[in-house]
Structure formats: C-alpha cells, structure tokens
C-alpha cells in the first residue's frame, strides 16, 4: 500500500533551519507531483510547495527561504526550510498526486501522516 511517511521536524529559533524528508513508497514515485503542505492551529491547511521532476514552485512567503527537492532513486522528497519565522509553525504535511492541479487544490491522492515544526522567537 501507498506509504508517505515525514520525518525531521522539531523545534528552533527564529533565524534556524530544518529539513524535512517524506520517504514514499507502494507507487511510481517519478510519475508523481509531490508537494508540502502546512496548517497552522485554527487556520486552514495551505499549500507551500510543490515539484515535478524538472520544475519547482512555491507559496509567495516561503520563496528564498525553503527549497523543495526530490531523489527519484531514493524515493525520497525533501523540504529544506532556512531563515525559519515563528509564523511558519505549522503542521508539516508530505502529498503525491499524479496531477499537479489536484494536488495544489489540496485534494491529493495520497497524504502523509505531518510532522510538526515549531519556531519560537
């Protein structure tokens, strides 16, 4: 079965980094867009980002300050998230869908389980 499972979040400072991982597995991971996603508590889940093999693209407030990337052969998606805000504190959530405009709907096929991200100023 489909697995997506986050991984490398935690707690920092205002200024600090993470890198989150999501490692998937149980489907073609190079056919699919995958993306970020986070939801902070009492607000909506947004979109943060998202990338096919050779294109990338990202939420206004994050652009500069996170990358996304993928390792096809690892199966792996990456979001390296530098000059942290107390606002990006966030449930951090890994998505895959084959089509890229579902998935930046926020009704991907597939979901991970979050990891959490806390920046405190």
């Known amino acids: 079965q489909v697995q997506l499972v986050e991984s490398g979040g935690g707690s920092v400072q205002a200024g600090g980094s993470l890198r989150l991982s999501c490692a998937a597995s149980?489907?073609?991971?190079?056919?699919?867009?995958m993306g970020w996603f986070r939801q902070a508590p009492g607000k909506e889940r947004e979109w943060v980002a998202d990338t096919a093999t050779y294109s990338t693209n990202y939420l206004e407030s994050v652009r500069g300050r996170f990358t996304i990337s993928r390792d096809n052969a690892k199966n792996t998606l990456y979001l390296q998230m530098n000059s942290l805000k107390p606002e990006d504190t966030a449930m951090y959530y890994c998505?895959?869908?084959?089509?890229?405009?579902?998935?930046?709907?926020?009704?991907?096929?597939?979901w991970g389980q979050g990891t959490q991200v806390t920046v405190s100023s």
């Open positions: 149980g489907y073609t991971f190079n056919s699919y867009f």
């Open positions: 998505a895959a869908d084959v089509r890229r405009e579902r998935l930046r709907a926020g009704n991907p096929q597939y």
